[in-house]
Each structure stands twice: as structure tokens, then as C-alpha cells.
């Protein structure tokens, strides 16, 4: 009888264990009476009536690492569906692309159960379903791109994998959230075919920027030269103007001077006379220039006569002026002592005056 009562307490918690149910969060259960479903049991705690409800179990696969670091996939089949995102990853696949090169690409696929009911009973396998149709629709892509757009198209390989795969697992309750190409192999002979386009590229590349900085280069100098010259042309231009300022206000400052000089003569002299002193001051300055080369002979042409009447009459109102000086009264003139013989003017009674050099040592008539 003992033993019969221990048989029985074990069989009655078997049955109580297999009755009560607690699931956890993001969990459910799809349970089933007499084969056919029944009702989705979510987190908390559930109880199962014995023999007439069970839970449904489906296909699941996930990554696991050994001891030794290496990567293997593992199959089984649970009862808890995860509602969480969960990463599909499977084996880098080949691919031909349009132009009939064969490159290994890894996907790895994002989704998330929606409906437990239609992830459990509308596809047998639910990961295998996705990989296949991850492969398919991958191939199919790639298929109608050629290499360099696939190298360069990620994202759009990626937003158009997602669009496919989504619009066929709707009917098996599933979100695809994201599909994202890890990798992408070509052949060995065409990656060192790229790796020495990419080579030239950079070359040619290297090569228009020196010059283009060249050509930047000489156009600054140009430019610098340029402008060198032009406010060299300016500077030269300035001075020039200030130059010809200066002696214009030179010239004007010494005819300011030479006009003050005449008036004080004019004042000094008789009505009228003045300029006839001035005529005979240049004529007399200008006499030992005519007279000053070597082996020369100036000739006084007839018309000087009328000159050495000025000069004649310019010496007859010097000594006018020195008679009223020496009147009773007044001082005589500066540098010249009363009773002083005159200036020596030339004598306007003659009519032309010689000089030279030569073998008969000058004559004068």
C-alpha cells in the first residue's frame, strides 16, 4: 500500500507540473486541445488541463561558440516563442552578377514574430524559410547588377531585400526589420584587378592635383609679377607727378624771385630804363660764352650796333644816377669810390667788335 501511495503522489505531480505553465516575458505559448489550436498563453502563470491541452512547438536555429572560439549553428524546436528581434545569419552564399562575376556575399536578416498563430501553422520551418527566401531574392538582385554597382549599391541591395522578403513573410507573421550584406568577396584575380585600378586611379589623381596646385602656382606668380609692375608704374607715376609739382613751384618760386628782383631794379632806375639795363646785363653775361672756345674768331654782326647804343645809353644813366648820388648830400654809390673810373661799358660809337686767337693774336676795329 505504500509503495502504490508514493506511484500515485509522483504520477499526481507529473501531472501537476505538466498542467502549470509559467511563462516569462516576451513569451508565449500556442496551445492546443485535441490537436487543434486552442488559445495563445502569454507571460505569467498558465495551466494546462492534463492529456487534453498541449503546447505547439516550433523550429528555431541560433548561433553558438564552442570552446575553442569557432562559430556553429544549432537547430532545434521549442515551445516559447520569442517575440523579441531575433538575428538570422546563415553562410555567405555565391552570387553571379550581370556581367558573370562570381562573388560570396554574407546577409544577415532582422526579424520579429508578429503572429505566433501564422509563425507556427502557416510555415513548417520558419528559419529555414527565411534563409531560402533571403538567398533567392539576394540572388536575384545582384543578378541584374554588375560588379562595381554591387560594390557601391549596399543600400540599395539592402532596401530592396528588405521590400521582397517583407511582402512574403506578412502571411507567415513575421516583421523583417532589417537586412543588412556583411560581406562581399569577389575572386582573388579580381581584387588585385581592382587593387591596381584603384592604384592608377589614385596615381592620376595625385597627378592633376600637382597640376592643378602648378598651374595655381605659376597663376599667382603671373599675378604677383603683375601687380608688382603695376604699383611700380604707380610709384614711378607718383614721383614723376611730385617731380614735376616741385619744379613747377620751383619755377614759380624763382620767377616770384626774378619778378621781385625787376621790380626793385625798376624802382631803382629812371621811367622806362629798365629794360634796357636788363638787355645789356644779359648781353654782357652772355659774352664770355660766345668767346670761350679755343681757336675761335667771334664776329659782332652790324646789327649789334644798335645793342651797344643800349648799352651806351645804359651807361650814360648809370653815370646820371651816380652824378645825383654824389651831389651835395647823398653817398656814392656802393663799390665804386667818387672820381672812380667808369664800368667800362663798350663804346656805342663803334660798330663791331672782334676777338680771337691765332697768328696775329687778335685784332679789334
Known amino acids: 500500500m505504500l509503495i502504490a501511495g508514493i506511484i500515485l503522489a509522483v504520477l499526481a505531480l507529473a501531472i501537476a507540473a505538466s498542467a502549470i505553465r509559467i511563462i516569462g516575458q516576451a513569451e508565449v505559448i500556442v496551445v492546443e486541445r485535441l490537436g487543434r489550436f486552442d488559445r495563445i498563453a502569454r507571460s505569467g502563470l498558465n495551466i494546462l488541463i492534463p492529456f487534453i491541452e498541449r503546447p505547439r512547438t516550433i523550429d528555431v536555429r541560433y548561433f553558438e561558440t564552442d570552446a575553442n572560439g569557432a562559430k556553429r549553428i544549432v537547430e532545434s524546436s ?117 587593387e591596381l585600378q584603384m592604384r592608377a586611379e589614385r596615381e592620376r589623381r595625385a597627378a592633376v592635383t600637382n597640376a592643378e596646385a602648378s598651374k595655381r602656382a605659376a597663376v599667382l606668380e603671373a599675378e604677383g609679377r603683375r601687380e608688382a609692375q603695376v604699383r611700380t608704374a604707380e610709384g614711378e607715376r607718383e614721383a614723376a607727378i611730385l617731380r614735376a609739382q616741385g619744379a613747377a613751384e620751383a619755377r614759380l618760386a624763382m620767377a616770384d624771385a626774378e619778378a621781385a628782383a625787376i621790380a626793385r631794379i625798376a624802382a631803382a632806375l629812371p621811367e622806362g630804363q629798365a629794360s634796357t639795363y636788363l638787355l645789356g646785363l644779359k648781353y654782357l653775361e652772355a659774352l664770355p660764352h660766345l668767346a670761350a672756345g679755343k681757336g675761335s674768331t667771334i664776329f659782332l654782326p652790324a646789327e649789334a650796333s644798335g645793342v ?50 691765332g697768328g696775329d693774336g687778335g685784332r679789334e676795329g
Open 308 to 357: 651797344m647804343g643800349a648799352l651806351g645809353g645804359l651807361r650814360e644813366l648809370l653815370r646820371a644816377r651816380e652824378g645825383s648820388d654824389t651831389s651835395p648830400g647823398s653817398a656814392p654809390l656802393p663799390g665804386r669810390a667818387s672820381g672812380a673810373p667808369s664800368l667800362g661799358y663798350p663804346d656805342p660809337t663803334r660798330g663791331m667788335l672782334g676777338t680771337g686767337r
Open 78 to 194: 521549442t515551445a516559447r516563442i520569442d517575440l523579441r528581434e531575433q538575428v538570422l545569419n546563415f553562410p555567405s552564399q555565391p552570387v553571379i552578377t550581370k556581367d558573370n562575376v562570381t562573388i560570396d556575399i554574407d546577409a544577415v536578416l532582422y526579424y520579429r514574430v508578429a503572429d505566433p498563430q501564422k509563425a507556427t501553422y502557416s510555415v513548417a520551418n520558419l528559419p529555414f524559410a527565411l534563409e531560402t527566401l533571403t538567398r533567392t531574392t539576394l540572388r536575384n538582385i545582384v543578378g541584374e547588377m554588375e560588379l562595381d554597382a554591387t560594390l557601391s549599391s549596399r543600400d540599395v541591395i539592402n532596401q530592396r531585400m528588405r521590400e521582397v522578403i517583407e511582402e512574403a513573410s506578412i502571411g507567415w507573421g513575421v516583421d523583417v526589420t532589417r537586412v543588412e550584406l556583411q560581406s562581399i568577396e569577389p575572386p582573388r584575380d579580381i581584387q588585385q584587378s581592382m
